[in-house]
């Protein structure tokens, strides 16, 4: 079983930044996804950006490209999201998430807020 906790989120002003983190515990298949998405209110969950294992690629949405850059930490066993040049639209719940041996895993996700 795979656990995952988001830290990071908050409050910030447009054109600023923040950076999520993803902490994985618990056992992963070496050929793996992880990624972020996120879910603004009365709209469905969109996927950011994706972490593929196999090959070390990454993936982004048009709406973040440029912006916005996963990262992964083999060391600290995290996933991390470095957003900069936030936009009010860019404010939503970011969620955690883990494709590991056929298993969908969430966290529980995290607050972005972007307002002046």
């Known amino acids: 079983q795979v656990q995952l906790v988001e830290s990071g989120g908050g409050l910030v002003q447009p054109g600023g930044s923040l950076r999520l983190s993803c902490a994985a515990s618990?056992?992963?298949?070496?050929?793996?996804?992880m990624g972020w998405h996120r879910q603004a209110p009365g709209k469905q969950r969109e996927l950011v950006a994706n972490f593929f294992s196999a090959g070390r690629s990454t993936s982004y949405a048009d709406s973040v490209k440029g912006r916005f850059t996963i990262s992964r930490d083999y060391v600290k066993n995290t996933m991390d999201l470095q957003m900069n040049s936030l936009k009010p639209e860019d404010t939503a719940v970011y969620y955690c998430?883990?494709?590991?041996?056929?298993?969908?895993?969430w966290g529980q996700g995290t607050q972005v807020t972007v307002s002046s």
């Open positions: 618990g056992s992963m298949f070496s050929i793996y996804i």
């Open positions: 998430h883990l494709y590991s041996g056929n298993v969908d895993y």
